[in-house]
């Protein structure tokens, strides 16, 4: 630890010096922290704060110390009377007695209210010694109260023995349970209001010029539904289009977007009325479709890992998921939009419904087939990426065996060092992990010192691929779209074995991978520094990757999708140039290529 001392809850940390400078001790009993943490926040003449995580705190669910009720919770009074003895030695710091009292107590009602720490029956007597307390400490001029509940229980402390304490929580728990009963019922009036409107509204005839769009659970504009409704306005603009987008990403669209947010009147108005459904993941269940409506599902990419059905036989991989209810919106598509056969198979036989694919390919990929290094100039530019380096993407997947899908393969850190001078290490997180511990677990910090540039938050991955000069990923699905940019890919694929275990595959990715493959740190770094990373095995096991798995993506799969599913056009050059073949068959409906 050299001349630092970590503390025992693992948030904070202090200098060795400053603890033996001021005499900072733990005292025996539980709550040992908090009177040395003010002690120690009065006495510092500089604090910093990180925005990271440095210590993953697991309680267990039996056995915790906080979480076993008993009279060992009555060790926070000598706790805190340590605290206040030594502000005593100390009128130089008189200030922080009303605030720091004001703490003590707040700490002290909030054990009081837990079950699992205080019992009923030692409640009165818990509630007496902080009367106690609170007497002996009040500062002359009081302490600042706050707001709310814990104010009012501060004022009660002051006044009230415990049976008028205990009657005014019993009151107050009473109402908050009358409020949420009344808000309970007011939200089903609600919903009855809104599902009345929307059955009206279902019996007034498809709006044949207006399609809905929703991508990423209702996240914004982005994906395979942002480029058709992009085309759609380019060769359809008769059909105006409409995104179904959550409140809290409204501020975020780009101007001129017609919008609803889920649940609204209009919302259901909408929904009712749209001909065409455009999405990447499935609609609510309680929206119905209606005969002559086209929903058009595109999928959020090629799967290697086992989706929809298939993720029966994974039982912590559906964890949280109703499978069946996935296959009973399924049911609801009428076209499911592929890049390639081996996407038609794996979803054809993840999601057994009543759809047809379409080999379209993927439009939100138009923009990377072909797209040469000036298409990402813009890009490295708005996210810092200097002209003159490589840049090194990293996006790793999800794991379903690690609780929270979080694992760090390797230090970020690290590997930036290791590209060396005139490499930039950019690194994207699954978009499940976006709001996690990944980001507070040291990524966060490396971004704001420009170790690396963390480019999860953009909106847009297409424009993150193209800002980079190469892929390094584990399974991520991007890996099938990144090689459409005719660029190295680099698997990691270190916990293979525990990744198919847990989640299962369609295929091996380190025999079948789409560049080289590392199963340790130390191959990941060689690769990079011996530049076997893009030598022409690399370029060769690309190119056959991109052969068998994109081979319907040929840069016009939105218009296709526009000119087969809205203006209904159809023929052979709608197809994909290079995988035309004579002769179409219909299913369920639907125009594939056979």
Request: hydrophobic share 40%; net charge positive.
């Amino acid at each position: 630890m050299g001349d630092r001392a970590q503390h025992a809850g693992g948030r904070k940390a202090y200098r060795r010096s400053f603890f033996q400078e001021h005499g900072l001790q733990y005292a025996p009993g539980l709550y040992e922290d908090a009177p040395v943490t003010y002690r120690s926040m009065v006495l510092a003449e500089r604090i910093a704060c990180l925005d990271r995580i440095g210590v993953e705190y697991r309680q267990r669910r039996q056995g915790a110390i906080t979480k076993t009720p008993g009279r060992r919770h009555f060790d926070i009074f000598p706790q805190y009377e340590g605290l206040f003895a030594f502000l005593e030695q100390r009128p130089d710091l008189d200030w922080a007695r009303p605030p720091l009292l004001e703490r003590a107590l707040d700490h002290m009602l909030f054990v009081l209210a837990r079950e699992d720490r205080v019992r009923p029956a030692d409640r009165g007597d818990f509630y007496r010694e902080i009367r106690s307390f609170h007497r002996r400490h009040l500062p002359e001029g009081g302490f600042p109260e706050p707001d709310g509940w814990r104010g009012v229980e501060m004022r009660l402390v002051a006044s009230a023995p415990y049976a008028s304490y205990a009657a005014v929580r019993s009151l107050r728990d009473l109402r908050a349970a009358a409020l949420g009963g009344q808000r309970r019922v007011a939200r089903k009036a609600s919903d009855v209001a809104v599902r009345t409107w929307y059955r009206a509204q279902s019996k007034r005839p498809l709006d044949p010029h207006l399609a809905v769009y929703s991508a990423t659970h209702h996240r914004g504009v982005s994906g395979d539904p942002a480029a058709i409704h992009a085309k759609a306005c380019e060769l359809a603009p008769h059909i105006r289009g409409v995104w179904v987008v959550r409140e809290d990403a409204v501020d975020a669209l780009p101007p001129g977007i017609d919008h609803v947010t889920p649940g609204s009147r209009r919302y259901h108005e909408v929904m009712a009325r749209a001909t065409y459904w455009v999405n990447n993941v499935n609609w609510p269940g309680t929206l119905a479709k209606r005969p002559g409506s086209v929903h058009i599902h595109t999928h959020q990419g090629t799967p290697l890992k086992y989706m929809g059905a298939d993720l029966l036989t994974k039982p912590g991989a559906r964890h949280g998921f109703d499978v069946p209810q996935m296959l009973r919106r399924a049911d609801r598509w009428d076209y499911s939009l592929v890049a390639g056969r081996h996407a038609e198979r794996a979803w054809e036989r993840a999601y057994p419904c009543h759809f047809a694919s379409l080999r379209t390919g993927s439009p939100r990929n138009d923009v990377l087939v072909g797209a040469g290094p000036e298409r990402g100039l813009a890009v490295r530019e708005r996210l810092g990426i200097p002209a003159d380096h490589t840049a090194v993407l990293y996006a790793p997947t999800r794991r379903d065996y690690r609780r929270g899908g979080h694992v760090d393969r390797f230090d970020l850190a690290r590997f930036a060092a290791d590209l060396g001078p005139g490499h930039t290490l950019v690194v994207r997180l699954h978009p499940s992990l976006a709001q996690g511990v990944a980001r507070g677990l040291g990524l966060a910090d490396l971004h704001r010192r420009g170790v690396v540039v963390d480019a999860t938050d953009e909106p847009h991955v297409e424009d993150v691929l193209l800002a980079s000069d190469a892929l390094v990923t584990d399974y991520s699905a991007l890996m099938f779209d990144y090689v459409l940019l005719d660029r190295p890919v680099v698997v990691h694929a270190d916990d293979w074995g525990a990744f198919t275990a847990s989640r299962g595959a369609y295929f091996d990715i380190t025999a079948d991978a789409p560049g080289h493959v590392s199963r340790s740190y130390r191959e990941l770094a060689w690769l990079f520094a011996s530049g076997t990373w893009q030598d022409a095995e690399s370029e060769r096991l690309r190119a056959g990757f991109r052969e068998r798995y994109c081979e319907f993506e040929d840069g016009q799969a939105a218009e296709r999708v526009v000119r087969l599913l809205m203006l209904g056009e159809r023929g052979g050059a709608l197809l994909p140039a290079a995988r035309r073949i004579p002769g179409l068959r219909a299913r369920s409906g639907a125009l594939v290529e056979r």
